[in-house]
């Protein structure tokens, strides 16, 4: 990251990354069109709207306003590496524990299933 990154650059690439227009991931954090694009141009969010579009954006406040992720220190193979493992781990959230064990075995069998057939 640039050190002359701003929190608006920030925000901008992670829309863009995930290849949304505007208007979509306003609507998703409940704003105006118009007011993304302020505050990717340097307007102050304001808490609430700075809240809602780390969330929708999956990542740290920190992140986005100074750059510097909360997970530097932690183990690369603790984090998500691509949406699809983000995705993964939002729904390994929302469902119960039952559900979780029964996933827990299925993919053990998988990996064992995967590991014989390479043997």
């Not at 990154?5 to 992670?14: I, S």
């Not at 959230?93 to 390479?118: F, H, P, Y």
Request: contains cysteine.
């Amino acid at each position: 990251m640039s050190q002359t990154e701003t929190m608006g650059d920030r925000l901008r690439a992670a829309r863009k990354e995930r290849r949304l227009v505007q208007a979509v991931a306003a609507e998703a954090v409940g704003i105006s069109r118009n007011h993304l694009t302020e505050i990717e141009n340097g307007k102050d969010p304001g808490f609430q709207t700075f809240c809602a579009l780390a969330d929708f954006y999956q990542t740290s406040m920190d992140y986005l306003y100074r750059g510097k992720s909360a997970l530097s220190g932690a183990n690369p193979d603790d984090v998500a590496q691509n949406d699809d493992e983000r995705r993964l781990l939002a729904a390994w959230r929302s469902i119960s524990e039952e559900d979780r064990g029964a996933l827990k075995i299925a993919l053990r069998n998988a990996v064992a299933a995967q590991n014989s057939d390479a043997a």
